[in-house]
């Protein structure tokens, strides 16, 4: 299974940008889907996670009403959706797979990993 993060750049704070996860054919839709960031200096953290159906979701405190993630199972694609970010949103996001049907905020429960996405949010 390969995972392609797109999505990340610079943005003001207040801005917005979506991030896309793509994975590759192999990957099935029934897999559980996380969001994760790691800041300079700071260990990766969850972010947001999803159900393999999409009727689920999860989200850390910090960006609750502010970011959306969702998913499109015919094109094997996960998205990201960051509203009002702040300075503090600045990192690497990655995105991540489990390798059953369950999503998780703990990071040992995804076996995939896409490569990251650099967000830079300026005050």
């Known amino acids: 299974v390969q995972l392609q993060a797109s999505g990340g750049g610079l943005v003001q704070a207040g801005g917005s940008l979506r991030l896309s996860c793509a994975a590759s054919r192999r990957t099935s839709s029934n897999n559980g889907m996380g969001w994760f960031r790691q800041a300079p200096g700071k260990v990766r953290e969850f972010v947001s996670a999803?159900?393999?159906?999409?009727?689920?979701?999860d989200y850390t405190d910090s960006v609750k009403g502010r970011f959306t993630i969702s998913r499109d199972n015919a094109k094997n694609t996960v998205y990201l959706q960051m509203n009002s970010l702040k300075p503090e949103d600045t990192a690497v996001y990655y995105c991540?797979?489990?390798?059953?049907?369950?999503?998780?905020?703990?990071?040992?429960?995804?076996?995939?990993w896409g490569q990251g996405t650099q967000v830079t949010v300026s005050s």
């Open positions: 991540a797979a489990t390798s059953s049907t369950i999503y998780s905020q703990t990071q040992s429960e995804y076996k995939y």
């Open positions: 999803i159900s393999w159906s999409g009727s689920t979701t």
